[in-house]
Structure formats: C-alpha cells, structure tokens
C-alpha cells in the first residue's frame, strides 16, 4: 500500500508563504482524485484542496485564490502552494485521496501561522 510523507511545513508570519510536498512510495497516478487536508487544535479533519487527475481542481472556501494544489505523477508527489497565510490557517496539514476510499494517513507537516 502507498505510504505518504508530506513536508514543507513550518513557522511564517501572517501574509507569507509556504509551498508543502507530499511524496508517496509508490505510484499515485492510479488515484484519480488526491487532496490536502488540514486539522486544527480540537477541529475536525477537513479537506481544503483537491484535484484530478485531468487538473481538474476544487478548494474551500476559506483558501479560494491563496492555495494552489498540484501534482506530478511521474514524481508521484502533490503539491499545496500557499499564499497571504492567515493565523486560522495554523493547523497540521495532510495529503490523502480525497475519497472514501483513504490511504494510511502519514504523519503530516505542521503549518504555524503566527507574528
């Protein structure tokens, strides 16, 4: 089964930028639709970005036109570029497929949004 190791996160100030990764082990091309996912201290998992495998993409309403979700098959690895960070973004981020069909989630990567 794909295991998957998401990075890039880390401390940045209001109005800043982060570009998060996330690789699998093995082949995500055959996953047709992969996602971000964030969970804040004492919320629920929610899924704030995903995208198809014909780019087709779709964001939540609180990160329309800041975040950007990519990804490359031949790397297998998707990509959240985030932009104008606001404190409620602070949260821990995670790749999966966004399905009901989920992988292992990996340890996710840590997003802290702070002056």
């Known amino acids: 089964q794909v295991q998957l190791v998401e990075s890039g996160g880390g401390l940045v100030q209001p109005g800043g930028s982060l570009r998060l990764s996330c690789s699998g082990s093995?082949?995500?091309?055959?996953?047709?639709?992969m996602g971000w996912f964030r969970q804040a201290p004492g919320k629920q998992r929610e899924l704030v970005a995903d995208?198809?495998?014909?780019?087709?993409?779709n964001y939540h309403d609180s990160v329309k036109g800041r975040f950007t979700i990519s990804r490359d098959n031949a790397k297998n690895t998707v990509y959240l570029q985030m932009s104008s960070l606001k404190p409620q973004d602070t949260a821990v981020y995670y790749c999966?497929?966004?399905?009901?069909?989920?992988?292992?989630w990996g340890q996710g990567t840590q997003v802290t949004v702070s002056s």
């Open positions: 093995g082949s995500i091309g055959s996953f047709y639709r």
């Open positions: 995208i198809t495998n014909d780019g087709r993409t």
């Open positions: 999966n497929r966004a399905s009901l069909d989920l992988l292992p």
